[in-house]
């Protein structure tokens, strides 16, 4: 049982692991296509996903209550560091913005001065968004994330709000090029 492979020792247990789950899946996949099929009446599922959808909504509601006040004592206790929360007219979660303690000294001694901005859209039950990341990259490649932001679209409003937060955060943003995908 004991092989090289690629100039290592292939151990008998890693064989049956890996076979072992195979197996077990094989199993659980026959096992569902042989039980009998019952019929779900279409209100009773309604239902059921009306309740879950509720009870989610309540999670979710209780979770947000929570982030303005989480976001309050991060800056009380790193006051370099710059947090925005804005609502819509609802009062419901329009955009957020939340940078690291001390981010214009970090990027002024450890960085290249350029900042890279890019953002990917994230999919979630709650809010569907996207999560735009500002960046900066140190001498030997490496990145630092200087902020983030979670908006509505990566497009010019939401991006030149994101620029008027890093001004925020003590950036001179005529100083030194910004690299984006956008606007």
């Excluded at 999670?59 to 947000?64: F, P, T």
Aim: contains cysteine; hydrophobic residues 40%; charged residues 20%.
């Amino acid at each position: 049982w004991q092989t090289l492979r690629n100039g290592g020792v292939k151990k008998k247990s890693d064989f049956f692991s890996r076979h072992q789950f195979s197996f077990r899946w094989r199993f659980l996949a026959s096992l569902a296509f042989s039980l009998p099929t019952t019929t779900i009446p279409r209100t009773s599922l309604t239902r059921s996903i009306n309740i879950i959808r509720k009870w989610v909504r309540s999670v979710l509601a209780e979770s947000y209550l929570r982030f303005p006040n989480y976001l309050r004592r991060y800056v009380e206790g790193n006051p370099s560091a710059v947090a925005s929360l804005q609502v819509d007219d609802h009062g419901c979660f329009y955009r957020t913005f939340i940078s690291i303690p001390h981010a214009y000294e970090t990027f002024v001694k450890l960085c290249i001065p350029i900042l890279f901005i890019d953002g990917c859209f994230s999919r979630c039950p709650s809010y569907d968004g996207t999560i735009i990341l500002i960046n900066a990259k140190t001498g030997n490649g490496g990145a630092i994330p200087l902020a983030i932001a979670w908006v509505p679209s990566e497009s010019v409003e939401h991006l030149s709000w994101v620029l008027l937060m890093i001004q925020r955060c003590k950036f001179d943003l005529q100083s030194f090029p910004i690299f984006t995908d956008r606007g």
